[in-house]
T-cell receptor, first 111, second 113 residues
């Protein structure tokens, strides 16, 4: 069975400092992993995806994530937070014909 | 390139009523999935449609049903509405055979009173 666990429900950073959002996955086969962002009252936007190619994946808006099989992790990072990054972030693993979402991490950016 | 569109944006219904939500997939996509997102939670998979058939279903009762049309658009129907059905309903489209990312619409906010 596939599942993801987002280790922090809330993360708060100062503008210009690094962002780290943590995600561990469980999968019975080689996983396809995604990070989505959801701004208030908006739909979900794909940030980046891992599908068994390069383990360091670059996404939009300066975000990237590293797939670590030995740690079953897929953490999302950004070198420097911007006010517009404040949103809800979801780690997702693809199963058979469906996506399994984590419970989300709310990112607050302090000016 | 048109993205995923959903209608209506907001909807208020009374307990026991029935509701229909609509979704048009991203241009070129042939697969539609529906998710329910309760307040403060991650989206939960309801079902997926491909070739006008429901081919995967999550843990939702039969009150939730759907349909896919030949042009790949889709409807989600919920009967006998309960207060607990109040949520954001998200439609996602993808392409059978890959790439496997799903593109989401803005959602329909359903409030049941």
């Amino acid at each position: 069975a596939q599942s993801v666990t987002q280790l922090d429900s809330h993360v708060s950073v100062s503008e210009g400092t690094p962002v780290l959002l943590r995600c561990n996955y469980s999968s019975s086969y080689s996983p396809s992993l995604f990070w989505y962002v959801q701004h208030p009252n908006k739909g979900l936007q794909l940030l980046l995806k891992y599908t068994s190619a390069a383990t360091l994946v670059k996404g939009i808006n300066g975000f990237e994530a590293e797939f670590k099989k030995s740690e079953t992790s897929f953490h999302l990072t950004k070198p420097s937070a911007h006010m517009s990054d404040a949103a809800e972030y979801f780690c997702v693993v693809r199963g058979l014909n469906q996506f399994y979402f984590g419970t989300g991490t709310s990112l607050t950016v302090i000016p | 390139d048109a993205g995923v569109t959903q209608s209506p944006t907001h909807l208020i219904k009374t307990r026991g009523q029935q509701v229909t939500l609509r979704c048009s997939p991203k241009s070129g996509h042939d697969t539609v999935s529906w998710y329910q997102q309760a307040l403060g939670q991650g989206p939960q998979f309801i079902f997926q449609y491909y070739e006008e058939e429901e081919r995967q279903r999550g843990n939702f009762p039969d009150r939730f049903s759907g349909h896919q049309f030949p042009n790949y658009s889709s409807e989600l129907n919920v009967n006998a509405l309960l207060l607990g059905d109040s949520a954001l309903y998200l439609c996602a489209s993808s392409l059978e055979g890959g790439p496997y990312e799903q593109y989401f619409g803005p959602g329909t906010r359903l409030t049941v009173t």
